[in-house]
């Protein structure tokens, strides 16, 4: 990797709405990048819109709100701003009324979007093509989702940043070795980075709104009752285990309820909590709630779960600088498989959502109790190989069976890793991070189809549902 592919902390983690970040936040980013397209081109009168999804995309759409999320982008909201109302008002909807230019037209789910279950565009088993019909021509054009929110466009090759960064690391052996020269912490080298690109401030401010919206997901999945959307009938149990865990306590917000967790410190409930926030999480990820990608929406309840552990539970003092080290050394993690594997469930399973996720909080973890670079990267590397060759088969194609049971597994998982490696010597260690990545990547490469995010295979078919007709 050199600098003109530098991926931020701020890629890695964004805000985003649920259910999915490949097939949600994907196709919404894809749909107003081709808005925004739309401006440029002489098209004259505009007729229609015409949105074709395939492979992948199209299998699992609409469970994932992928059809939804089209109408979102159409309408050019941004999934990190937008207020929710807003949100779920169109998202209510089956057609919206655009205006571009001078055109007013209707959009319709119905007429005017096309699912291809049984066609995989070449780059990706994520692909959309997307038409602009007008009097005097049609513009099109093709993008994909290639997993944790990123959208690319047929034959542009991803670049986030091309500032130049002072350690622009391939992978965790030349991070390792950085680290190592320049006498610091993983953490305080991802900072380094990162002002190559904005201020201390932004930073800053940045993070700790990431922090914010992982809270006050949590802290709203803690408190939220009911039955999941979809039609599985699934019910929410954050709320009840809250319930059970705080029941003598009282708090208005998200502050004085961490603060009200601190007193239950025996092994029960705090394996208790971590299961509870992680599953908090993606309850509110589930019914299209805001989260933060990390790396993906169907794994985003691990990093909060740990982070609150690290905060409540660790014996240690926390503040938010730790939160900051926590989240800068996670994110650094996550981009090692990104580029050296995939985080796209429909490209490798859900190794390479869950698996990367539990890498990056262990990594994290570790960092703020102290670990050195060495054990850091161990703790990565023992949460992600346990992780190897997982699937991705959720039931009736939603982001709720048996994601987010998952969340809570890889958030233990992260735990238990950062123990281990805190307490083992690095350089005894038979397996390194870089060789886990390569591992990942051969093995989404040999998953059979089925397994990759499709509900073609495992849990998807063996388990009898009913759904409604979408």
Not at 5 to 30: C, E, N, R
Not at 291 to 315: E, R
Not at 370 to 399: F, K, N, R
Request: glycine share 8%; charged share 20%; net charge negative.
């Amino acid at each position: 990797m050199n600098s003109e592919s530098y991926i931020s902390v701020f890629d890695m983690l964004k805000v985003g709405i649920g259910p999915s970040s490949s097939h949600t936040l994907g196709p919404w980013q894809a749909a107003r990048k081709f808005i925004q397209s739309l401006t440029k081109q002489p098209l004259g009168t505009l007729l229609e819109i015409q949105v074709h999804i395939y492979g992948s995309l199209a299998l699992t759409g609409k469970g994932h709100a992928s059809d939804k999320a089209i109408l979102l982008g159409l309408s050019g909201l941004d999934p990190a701003t937008s207020e929710l109302a807003r949100i779920q008002d169109i998202a209510a909807r089956h057609e919206i009324e655009l205006q571009i230019s001078e055109s007013t037209f209707c959009f319709s789910l119905l007429k005017n979007l096309h699912f291809h279950p049984d066609t995989q565009l070449p780059f990706h088993p994520n692909g959309m093509r997307m038409l602009a019909v007008g009097r005097e021509e049609t513009w099109e054009q093709v993008y994909y989702s290639i997993g944790g929110g990123f959208v690319v466009q047929e034959n542009e090759v991803h670049s986030s940043h091309s500032q130049k960064v002072p350690f622009p690391c391939n992978n965790s052996t030349d991070l390792l070795k950085a680290c190592l020269q320049a006498g610091c912490s993983i953490s305080e080298l991802v900072w380094q980075n990162e002002c190559a690109l904005r201020s201390e401030e932004e930073i800053q401010h940045g993070l700790q709104h990431l922090w914010q919206v992982m809270k006050e997901s949590a802290y709203v999945g803690c408190h939220t009752e009911g039955i999941l959307p979809g039609g599985l009938q699934v019910k929410r149990r954050a709320a009840a285990l809250n319930k059970q865990l705080l029941r003598n306590h009282s708090y208005t917000h998200a502050d004085e309820w961490l603060e009200a967790m601190k007193e239950g410190r025996d092994f029960r409930k705090v394996l208790t909590r971590i299961s509870c926030l992680a599953m908090a999480v993606n309850e509110v990820n589930a019914s299209m709630g805001r989260i933060v990608t990390a790396p993906t929406n169907g794994s985003a309840g691990v990093l909060p779960a740990v982070i609150i552990y690290y905060w409540c539970f660790s014996g240690q003092t926390a503040s938010i600088e730790d939160v900051y080290r926590f989240l800068l050394t996670a994110a650094e993690i996550g981009k090692y498989f990104k580029r050296g594997a995939t985080i796209s469930a429909a490209a490798g399973g859900c190794q390479a959502e869950i698996g990367v996720s539990s890498s990056m909080a262990a990594a994290g973890l570790t960092e703020c109790l102290g670990g050195s670079p060495q054990q850091v990267l161990m703790a990565a590397e023992i949460a992600a190989e346990h992780h190897l060759g997982l699937t991705c088969d959720p039931i009736g194609g939603l982001v709720q069976i048996p994601c987010i049971e998952r969340n809570s597994m890889g958030a233990i998982k992260a735990v238990t890793a950062a123990m281990i490696a805190l307490e083992s010597t690095p350089s005894n260690a038979k397996v390194s991070l870089d060789e886990v990545i390569k591992t990942m990547k051969e093995t989404a490469e040999h998953m059979n189809s089925r397994f990759k995010e499709t509900s073609q295979g495992g849990l998807a078919t063996n388990v009898s549902v009913n759904l409604p007709e979408c």
